[in-house]
């Protein structure tokens, strides 16, 4: 059973940090290369992560410029920039895609927050279907005698203490986040 705690505590690290870079691609009105580094694109019918087509430099506080190593796919970028959700309009100079971040409007922050509280949420519900997955793995071994009732106790003690410990963390990602988006 210390396994099973062991690879929960693993696997609700991994939300933490999948929550880290979802909110890493929330748009502060700076340039960031991780705001377009995980977009995908259609590249001759796969999909791969823009960071894997192209350089992303960042020359100015609200500038990206995007090189794409093969220059047959600067289309499929821009494409895939234009089409996503980050409400950038990127310039196709031939050669590179040059993106400039606007400056954020009041609506767009309340949006982006409201982003952030979603990403936020989907994480918190992971973490908690981690939990039940273990819970029913110990009631499972409670029933089947493997363990006993003072065990099922400390161990849904735990489970409590992980899940909030990392609820809390999440939470505090989101105050994080949201103070940048509320302060530029």
Partial sequence: MADTMHDMKRQMQEVLDHVKTEFGAVRTGRASASLVDLLPVQYYG????????????????????IQPWDPQSINDIELAIRNSSLGLSPVNEGTQ????LPPLTEERRNELVKTVHQKAEAGKVALRNIRKEVWDLVQKQVKSGELTEDDRYSYEEDLNKTIEQFNREIEGLVAEKEKELRTI
């Fill in 46 to 65: 796969t999909t791969m992560p823009l960071k894997q087509l192209a350089s992303i430099a960042i020359p100015e506080p609200t500038i990206i410029l």
């Fill in 97 to 100: 895609l040059r993106i400039v």
